[in-house]
């Protein structure tokens, strides 16, 4: 008879604290095996950057370190979930597998999907925890900020490691999945980045609480700024190094002790706001790939692969975008205003489909969380259809949010000589000026790719025309059905939504 065992099977929620699935597997009794499998197939997935299972590594060696002086193994393998279940059941009677909900790409999903027939045919249980305050099979949102809150205030889910049987695993096993080795410069810290791990996620939130956020709201849009004065915590929600149930209880203290309620206020509003787009795409996953408000299929169509390398590569000639792309390569950072003027300016003034950039931000972004970010990119693009149409201006946005150009000159050091005003728009110059600064308009930095006045006049034309069409209309009433309680505008929604929890909360 082989030996039983239970799984706690780690995914998105890398992290000792506050975890459900691994308090209750203990409290089992049985031998507890703590697993993660780095899975080729996402490894390779379109959205997939070495910089996301970089902060895997960084963050499971952080929970390898505090379960070292316990004797509790925990062990990550390179192999399909599947594969290592079913070459686990040749060694063991896996009794139960516990796990985080996961709102994730189709990719994971459909590998789910897997997992629950695997483990229904093997008569092995599967046992599932709710993540953060979204909801499985919410078919409106009716009461959800109640529920939402009440998720948010129940007590925090503490192990007792003192009572963890741990599974040992045979040296043969082990050898079967870590003998395609991880890519060597996964290993290797990249000092722009921020790390992995539950004590670096606990210094970035503790920082935040109780001393940048004082700049908080002042800063929020500002691209420089905004590096020290955000919370920066969003990759560590993303990988589950944090819970959304300790970011929000750990708010309200800081409110309490600090007494700033306004910057503290608008933070937690945001925590808010973050489930409720992950809700959008457990309630509509096909938004991944196709615009939620059917009624925008007709337009945007064709691809430009030479516009769209522009912007990817940030050579666009508009010197702001260049430098948040740059930026977000190099960093895997950048703040939300930036972020939706890069869509804004892909769907917008290149007039490109959403769906032609989406890949390559979500490689970006450190913290990219498919509930936000397909949900995002679809907000800025205008496609579903219950939101104010926002075309940012990438010059005024400079103009408004880096006056001196610090941020541009920061990240394209070839304007670095210019002053500020041609820094921002170096198109400006006379020949003779661009001789005085010995630069060479075209040869030092690109001349801009599109006519950015004609270009949003045309986007602005061609939105609010399609707003009228009949089947855009509808499917307005249908997404608003959905994914709000309101019959306003969805963002209008959210805001309102955002203070009813505030008020619920106390």
């Not at 930036?338 to 489909?353: A, G, N």
Request: overall charge positive; proline content about 7%.
């Amino acid at each position: 008879m082989l030996p039983a065992m239970n799984i706690v099977w780690l995914k998105r929620d890398l992290r000792l604290s506050d975890h459900a699935p691994l308090q209750t597997a203990i409290a089992e009794g049985l031998p507890l095996l703590l697993l993660y499998c780095f899975e080729p197939s996402w490894m390779r997935h379109a959205d997939s950057d070495l910089r996301h299972w970089r902060f895997v590594w960084e963050s499971l060696r952080d929970m390898e370190a505090r379960l070292a002086p316990r004797g509790i193994p925990l062990y990550w393998l390179h192999g399909e979930v599947l594969p290592v279940l079913d070459a686990l059941r040749d060694i063991f009677e896996v009794k139960t597998i516990f796990s985080h909900e996961e709102t994730g790409n189709r990719l994971t999903f459909d590998r789910d999907l897997a997992v629950a027939d695997f483990c229904k045919k093997h008569g092995i249980a599967w046992r599932e925890f709710q993540t953060g305050g979204v909801a499985r099979r919410l078919f409106n949102r009716k009461n959800w900020e109640q529920k939402w809150v009440d998720a948010m205030s129940q007590p925090v889910a503490e192990p007792d490691f003192s009572q963890w049987k741990p599974v040992v695993l045979p040296d043969d096993f082990l050898q079967k999945f870590r003998a395609n080795p991880l890519p060597p410069a996964l290993f290797l810290p990249e000092k722009m980045m921020q790390p992995g791990g539950e004590h670096p996620a606990r210094r970035y939130l503790e920082s935040f609480l109780y001393e940048r956020k004082s700049q908080y709201f002042k800063h929020i849009s500002k691209p420089e700024e905004a590096r020290r004065s955000c919370s920066r915590i969003s990759p560590y929600l993303t990988w589950g190094n944090l819970s959304m149930r300790q970011v929000w209880q750990a708010a309200r203290a800081a409110t309490e002790h600090t007494g700033d309620r306004y910057n503290l206020g608008q933070f937690t509003s945001r925590l808010f706001w973050h489930c409720h787009f992950i809700q959008k795409l457990e309630a509509e996953c096909r938004m991944e790939f196709e615009n939620l408000n059917r009624g925008f299929d007709s337009i945007r169509t064709e691809t430009d692969p030479a516009l769209v390398a522009a912007w990817q590569e940030g050579r666009t000639g508009f010197p702001l975008v260049d430098a948040c792309m740059r930026c977000v390569a190099a960093t895997g950072y950048l703040n939300f205003r930036m972020r939706s003027m890069l869509v804004s300016f892909l769907t917008h003034q290149l007039w490109q489909p959403w769906q032609a950039g989406v890949h390559h931000l979500a490689r970006m972004f450190l913290d990219y969380e498919p509930g936000i970010h397909y949900s995002q990119f679809q907000m800025q693009a205008g496609t579903m259809g219950v939101n104010t149409i926002r075309i940012y201006n990438p010059v005024k946005q400079a103009e408004e949010h880096d006056p001196e150009a610090v941020f541009i000159k920061k990240w394209l050091p070839e304007l670095a000589d210019l002053p500020a005003p041609f820094a921002r728009e170096p198109w400006k110059m006379t020949a003779l000026e661009a001789a005085f600064y010995q630069f060479r308009p075209g040869l030092d930095y690109p001349a801009p790719v599109v006519d950015l006045e004609k270009t949003s006049a045309f986007a602005r034309e061609m939105l609010w025309k399609h707003k009228k069409d009949p089947l855009v209309k509808a499917e307005n009433q249908r997404i608003l059905r959905v994914h709000t309680k309101r019959k306003d505008a969805d963002e209008t929604s959210v805001m309102g939504d955002a203070k009813t929890v505030r008020r619920l909360a106390g």
